[in-house]
C-alpha cells in the first residue's frame, strides 16, 4: 500500500513542477528584484536593501493607489453583498420569470472587466456619453464624469459592484434554498412577522453564504485592475490607480522594476492580512450563534 | 384548519404586492442589457454620426465589423485566443485532475503541505509578481509565444482547478479504489479505469469556467503577446479603445464581436457556469 501511495503521488509531480517553475521563482525573483534599483532590462542592478519599501512608503501616489483599493475593495463588496442578498430574496421568490431575472444578472460575469469597462466610456464620455443624454431629457448640464479623480473612484466602485453583483446573488441563492422551509412554515403558524423571519431564520442561516460571498469579493475588489486600466487608466494625475494598476505603470511605464516588485509584494501580504482576519472574524460569529 | 387558513392569507398577500417584483425585475433587466445594446448601437452607426447611443437612428450600417475583422486584425485576435484558450484549459484539465487524485485519496501529511501550498496561490494577485514573471519570460524567450502566455495563464488557474477536482473526487466513495487495489490494480491504473470516467460533470465545469477565464485574459497578454500578430481578443480591443479613439464604431463593433461568443456560450451552458460559481466559491 505505501509503495502505491508514492506511486500515486507521482501524478501531482508535473502541476507542482509547473507551479514551483512559473509562480515560486517567479515570486522569490520579484522579491529579490524587490531590494534592488533596477530598471527592468539593463545589466545595470544595484543592491539598495529596503531602500524600495522606504521610498514606497514616501510615495504619495502609492498611499492614493492604496487609499484607492480600500475604496474599490470594501466599497464594493458592501454594495455587492447588499444588493447580491436582496435580488437573491427577489429571485427566490415565487414570480414568473425569476429565472430571466437571475440570468440576465449574472450574464454580464462573463464579459471582461477590461471589455465592460470599455463599454463603460459609451456611458461617461462628455460628448455624446449616455449617461449625459439621459439627464439632459430633465434639462441637466452635461457632466464630464471622469475628469474628478474622487468621482472617478466612486464610478468604477459602482461599475465594478454593478458587473459582478450576479456572483453574490448566486451565493446566497444556493444559501436561501438550503434552509428547510419548515422553519418558515413553523414561523408562520406561531405568527412571526416577515422582518422576525428575515432577521431570526434567514440571517442566522445564511452566515456561511455570507462569509464565502464577502471574503471572495473582498479579495477580487482588492485585486480590481483591468477596470481602472479601462475607464481612466488610473488618471486623472494618477487619481483613481488601484494598486495593480500602479504596479504595471510603475514596472512598464516608469520602468522601476524594483519599486514595482516592492509594491506588489505588498499589496500580496495585505490581501493575506485582510483574508486571514476576515475568517477568524466569521469563524468566531459562528460560534457565538 | 387554523394553520391552513393563515397560510392562505400569506399567499394571498403575496400575489396581492407581486406587482412591485416585476417594476424591480424589469429596471434591473434594463440596466442590465443597456451596455450591451449601446455597444451594438455604436458598433451600428458610420463615422461621424454624432447621434444619441441609445437609439439606432439612420439604419444598420455593417462597416465597422468590417473594419474590425479585417482591416483592425479582429480575425487574426479571435484564432490567437481560440489557440490560447484550448491550450490553457487542456493543460489545466489534464493536470490538475492528475494532481487531485493523489491529493485528495492519499491525505499523508506531506499532500496535506501539498495541497495548502497549492491552494495559497490563489491568494497571489498576478501582476504582483509581474517583475519576475516578465523576467523570467525573457530568459526563456517566450515573449510573444502561445507558450509564454499559456503557460502562465494556467499556472495561475490552476490551483482553483485543483481545488474543484479534488473537492469532486472526494465526494467518489473510496470503495471501488480500494477493490481495485485489492485485484492488483496500480495507482495509474486506478485513475484511468477507475476515477476518471467519473470526472465529467467537474471536467465540464473547469472547462468552461476556464475556457471563459482563458479568453478574456489580458493582465499578462498585455506584456507576453507584444507582436501584433500574436495579439489576443483582450488586447487588439485595447489597441481600439488607445490609438483611434475617433473611430467609437470600429472600437465598439470589436468589443461587440469579443463579447457575442461567451455570451452566446453562457446562455446554453448557463447551469454548469452556476455550478462553477458555487463550486468554486472558497472562503479565503
Not at chain 1, 477590461?114 to 439632459?136: A, E, K, Q, S, Y
Request: proline share 3%; glycine share 8%.
Amino acid at each position: 500500500m505505501k509503495k502505491r501511495n508514492r506511486r500515486m503521488n507521482l501524478f501531482y509531480i508535473p502541476a507542482v513542477i509547473l507551479l514551483l517553475m512559473f509562480i515560486a521563482y517567479p515570486f522569490a525573483q520579484a522579491i529579490r528584484v524587490s531590494f534592488f534599483n533596477w530598471n527592468g532590462y539593463s545589466q545595470n542592478m544595484k543592491f539598495i536593501g529596503i531602500d524600495n519599501y522606504v521610498k514606497m512608503m514616501k510615495d504619495k501616489r502609492f498611499w492614493m493607489a492604496f487609499r484607492n483599493t480600500l475604496v474599490y475593495g470594501f466599497g464594493s463588496t458592501i454594495l455587492q453583498n447588499v444588493m447580491g442578498l436582496s435580488f437573491a430574496l427577489l429571485v427566490n421568490s415565487r414570480f414568473k420569470g425569476n429565472n430571466v431575472v437571475r440570468t440576465i444578472v449574472y450574464m454580464p460575469i462573463m464579459i471582461s472587466s477590461l471589455i465592460m469597462g470599455f463599454i463603460m466610456r459609451f456611458f461617461f464620455t462628455f460628448d455624446n456619453g449616455v449617461l449625459n443624454d439621459i439627464i439632459g431629457w430633465f434639462g441637466k448640464d452635461p457632466v464630464d464624469w471622469l475628469a474628478d479623480g474622487t468621482r472617478g473612484v466612486i464610478i468604477i466602485t459602482l461599475i465594478n459592484s454593478w458587473h459582478y453583483m450576479g456572483s453574490c446573488m448566486i451565493i446566497y441563492l444556493a444559501g436561501l434554498q438550503g434552509i428547510p422551509s419548515m422553519y418558515y412554515e413553523a414561523a408562520a403558524i406561531d405568527g412571526v412577522s416577515k422582518w422576525n423571519s428575515f432577521r431570526y431564520i434567514t440571517l442566522p442561516m445564511l452566515i456561511p453564504s455570507i462569509q464565502t460571498a464577502v471574503i471572495v469579493n473582498l479579495i477580487g475588489g482588492l485585486k480590481v485592475y483591468e477596470g481602472v486600466v479601462a475607464l481612466t487608466n488610473g488618471g486623472p494625475v494618477f487619481r483613481t490607480h488601484s494598486i495593480m494598476s500602479y504596479v504595471s505603470n510603475q514596472y512598464f511605464d516608469q520602468e522601476r522594476a524594483g519599486l514595482a516588485a516592492a509594491i506588489g509584494i505588498f499589496n500580496f501580504i495585505f490581501i493575506m492580512i485582510v483574508s486571514t482576519i476576515g475568517n477568524n472574524l466569521f469563524a468566531k460569529k459562528e460560534v457565538e450563534l | 384548519m387554523a394553520g391552513e387558513k393563515k397560510k392562505k392569507e400569506r399567499n394571498t398577500f403575496i400575489n396581492g404586492t407581486v406587482w412591485w417584483k416585476y417594476v424591480i425585475s424589469f429596471i434591473a433587466v434594463i440596466i442590465y442589457l443597456l451596455p450591451i445594446w449601446v455597444v451594438f448601437v455604436v458598433a451600428t452607426k458610420p463615422l461621424g454620426d454624432n447621434s444619441t447611443r441609445l437609439m439606432i437612428t439612420s439604419g444598420l450600417f455593417f462597416g465597422n465589423f468590417e473594419k474590425a475583422l479585417f482591416r483592425g486584425n479582429m480575425l487574426n485576435a479571435i484564432k490567437n485566443s481560440a489557440i490560447i484558450t484550448l491550450g490553457v484549459t487542456v493543460l489545466e484539465v489534464v493536470l490538475s485532475a492528475f494532481a487531485a487524485y493523489p491529493l485528495s485519496r492519499n491525505r499523508s501529511r506531506l499532500n496535506k503541505f501539498v495541497k495548502a501550498a497549492i491552494l495559497a496561490v490563489m491568494m497571489i494577485p498576478g501582476l504582483s509578481i509581474v517583475v519576475g514573471v516578465y523576467m523570467e519570460l525573457v530568459a526563456f524567450h517566450m515573449i510573444s509565444t502561445y507558450w509564454g502566455i499559456i503557460i502562465i495563464t494556467a499556472a495561475f488557474g490552476l490551483p482553483m482547478c485543483i481545488y474543484l477536482y479534488s473537492n469532486f473526487i472526494t465526494t467518489i466513495p473510496s470503495s471501488l479504489d480500494e477493490a481495485a487495489a485489492i485485484d492488483g490494480a496500480g495507482a495509474a491504473q486506478t485513475f484511468f479505469r477507475i476515477l476518471l470516467p467519473q470526472l465529467k460533470p467537474v471536467t465540464v465545469t473547469v472547462i468552461i469556467m476556464r475556457g471563459i477565464g482563458a479568453w478574456n485574459e489580458y493582465m499578462y497578454s498585455l506584456y507576453i503577446l507584444q507582436k501584433p500578430a500574436m495579439w489576443n481578443v483582450s488586447v487588439t480591443i485595447k489597441s481600439f479603445f488607445s490609438e483611434n479613439l475617433s473611430d467609437w464604431g470600429a472600437a465598439a463593433a470589436a468589443a461587440f464581436l469579443a463579447i457575442v461568443p461567451v455570451i452566446v456560450i453562457y446562455l446554453f451552458l448557463q447551469k454548469y457556469f452556476i455550478q462553477g460559481q458555487l463550486d468554486s466559491a472558497v472562503k479565503g
